[in-house]
C-alpha cells in the first residue's frame, strides 16, 4: 500500500495553486487528503503532481455575511464541528459532522474536500444541497460560484473545471427564530458510507405552523438531492401531511442498487428517515422559545 | 525533498520522498517503532499519532505534508525512559491490551480525549477511539483502561496537554 511516486508543490496563493493546476492535466489538489491518499495508496488514483492548498490563508476561516456564514475550503471537519458559529446559525452542518468519518479523519479532512469528492452518500454535500449552499469556486480567471444542483452532477463527479479550486461554502442562514434540524441515516456501523441519509431543517412560527421547510436525502441516488415538500408550508407538519409531502416528493426518487441495498430497500429507508428527520426538527423547533434569538 | 519534523518536542530532518508517509517516515527514518503499521490507507487507527495534540493517522498524511506541527507518537508519552504514562500504565492494569497491536494509537486517542474532557462518559470515549480497530479485546477492556485512567487524572489533577508548536524546542541529539 505505496503511493505511486509524485512531485510535490505548495503554491503561497491561491492564484498560483489555481495556475499549476491549469498547466498540468496530471495534477491534483491535496488538502486533508483523507479521501485522496487511500486512493493513492491502492493505486486507484496516480496523479504526476500533487498540489497542496491546505495553508493558504483565502481559504481558512469561518466568517458571518449578510444571510449568510460562509466556510472556508480547507476548514477541518473537526473545527466546523466544535464552531460556536456554525453551531448557532448552520445548525444542519453542524449536527451532520459527527456522522463524518472518525475523530481521527475529522482532524485533518476538510470541509471543501468533502464537497469536491462529491461522495453521493457523503453528509457534507447533503446539507449542502439541502440547505441550497453555494459552492465558491477560484479560477485562473478569478472568483465564480455555482448552485449545488449544478456542481453535483454523478457519484464523485462535480462539473468543476480543470484550474478550478472550491474555495469556499456559502450556507444561507435561515431568519426565522424557531428553528429546528434532523438528522438521521442507515449504515452497516456508524460512521461507514450511508445506504441512506435524510436531514431536514424547518422554521416554525409562533402557533407552531411551518414557515419554511427543506428536506434532502443521501446515499439513495447518484448524488445528494433536495425533496420540493414545499406544500407543507402553512401546516402545523403533522404526520399525515408530512407523508402525504414525502411520499409525493419521493416518488421520482431515482434510487441505486448495489450488494448492499437494493433500490426498492434505499427508497422505502427514504421515506422512512425523511419522516423522522422532518419531526425531529419540528420537535426541535416547537421546543424553541417564541421569543429572543435562534 | 527535505523536511525538518518536530517529532516529540525534537526538531529532526530528513530527506524522502514525497510519496513516503509520516507512517514510513517515522519508523523507518527516525526509526520511532512504536506508530504501527497497520492498513496503511486509512481504516485501522494503529498508525494514529498527535498532530499539534489531535489524533491523526500517519499513514493518510505524506512526511513533506508535516513541518510546523508538533507531533507526539507512543514514545512521547512516557514522562521518563523505563516508566510510563497514566494512560499507559492503565492499559496494563485493566489487561487492556493482548496483542498490542493497535494500543499504540488507542492510548494516543485516549491521551487526546483525556487533555480536553475530564470526565468523559463512555460514549465519550467509544466515540474518541471508534477509529481505532481492535481485534483481540472486544473494546471492553479498553472502554474500561480509559475510564481508570481518568479516574486517575482527576485525582491526581495533572492534565497532560500535548506539547505544541509555541513551545521551546529542544536541540536534536
Not at chain 1, 464552531?83 to 451532520?96: E, N
Not at chain 1, 461554502?169 to 449504515?187: A, C, L, N, Q, T
Not at chain 1, 427514504?270 to 426541535?284: F, G, I, K, S
Request: hydrophobic share 45%; glycine share 8%; aromatic share 4%.
Amino acid at each position: 500500500m505505496k503511493p505511486a511516486p509524485f512531485d510535490y508543490v505548495r503554491p503561497g496563493s491561491l492564484t498560483e495553486a489555481c495556475e499549476l493546476l491549469a498547466a498540468d492535466e496530471d495534477a491534483r489538489l491535496i488538502a486533508g487528503g483523507q479521501t485522496l491518499v487511500p486512493m493513492l495508496a491502492m493505486r486507484l488514483a496516480r496523479p504526476a503532481k500533487l498540489i497542496d492548498i491546505l495553508r493558504l490563508p483565502e481559504l481558512a476561516g469561518i466568517r458571518e455575511e449578510k444571510g449568510a456564514v460562509v466556510v472556508g475550503a480547507t476548514t477541518r471537519q473537526a473545527h466546523a464541528e466544535r464552531d460556536p458559529v456554525i453551531k448557532a446559525s448552520v445548525p444542519m452542518l453542524a449536527r451532520v459532522l459527527p456522522w463524518v468519518g472518525h475523530p481521527p479523519t475529522r482532524n485533518r479532512g476538510t470541509i471543501g474536500g468533502s464537497i469536491a469528492n462529491a461522495d453521493p452518500s457523503a453528509e457534507i454535500p447533503l446539507a449542502a444541497v439541502t440547505l441550497g449552499a453555494e459552492i465558491m469556486l477560484a479560477t485562473t480567471a478569478g472568483a465564480t460560484s455555482m448552485p449545488p444542483d449544478d456542481f453535483f452532477i454523478g457519484p464523485m463527479l462535480t462539473s468543476i473545471g480543470q484550474g478550478e479550486c472550491v474555495s469556499a461554502i456559502r450556507f444561507p442562514v435561515w431568519p426565522h427564530k424557531r428553528i429546528g434540524v434532523g438528522f438521521f441515516e442507515i449504515s452497516a456501523r456508524k460512521s461507514d458510507f450511508a445506504f441512506v441519509a435524510a436531514a431536514a431543517q424547518v422554521a416554525l412560527d409562533e402557533e407552531g405552523r411551518c414557515l419554511d421547510v427543506a428536506l434532502g436525502v443521501g446515499g439513495v441516488g447518484d448524488r445528494p438531492l433536495r425533496l420540493d415538500v414545499s406544500s407543507l408550508v402553512g401546516t402545523k407538519l403533522d404526520p399525515a401531511s408530512a407523508a402525504e409531502a414525502v411520499n409525493a416528493a419521493s416518488i421520482e426518487l431515482d434510487a441505486s442498487s448495489d450488494l448492499h441495498a437494493s433500490a426498492a430497500y434505499r427508497r422505502r429507508v427514504a421515506v422512512t428517515l425523511c419522516m423522522r428527520a422532518l419531526e425531529q426538527a419540528r420537535a426541535e423547533a416547537a421546543a424553541k422559545s417564541t421569543k429572543g434569538a435562534r | 525533498m527535505k523536511v525538518d519534523l518536530r517529532i516529540n518536542g525534537v526538531i529532526r530532518s530528513a530527506d524522502v520522498e514525497p510519496r513516503k508517509t509520516l507512517l514510513d517516515a517515522l519508523r523507518e527514518n527516525f526509526l520511532l517503532h512504536g506508530t504501527h503499521a497497520g492498513c496503511e490507507h486509512g481504516v485501522c487507527g494503529a498508525c494514529t499519532v498527535l498532530v499539534d495534540g489531535e489524533p491523526v493517522r500517519s499513514c493518510l498524511m505524506f512526511a513533506v505534508q508535516a513541518d510546523g506541527y508538533e507531533i507526539t507518537t507512543i514514545e512521547g508519552l512516557a514522562p521518563a525512559p523505563g516508566e510510563l504514562s497514566v494512560i499507559q500504565d492503565a492499559f496494563c492494569e485493566t489487561h487492556g491490551l493482548q496483542c498490542g497491536y493497535c494500543t499504540p494509537g488507542m492510548i494516543l486517542a485516549a491521551h487526546a480525549l483525556l487533555q480536553y474532557t475530564v470526565t468523559p462518559t463512555r460514549e465519550d470515549i467509544v466515540e474518541a477511539i471508534s477509529g481505532n480497530i481492535c481485534r483481540c479485546t472486544g473494546y471492553g477492556q479498553i472502554i474500561e483502561a480509559v475510564e481508570f485512567a481518568a479516574a486517575r487524572l482527576q485525582i491526581t489533577n495533572t492534565p497532560h496537554p500535548a506539547a505544541k508548536a509555541d513551545e521551546p524546542v529542544l536541540e536534536a541529539k
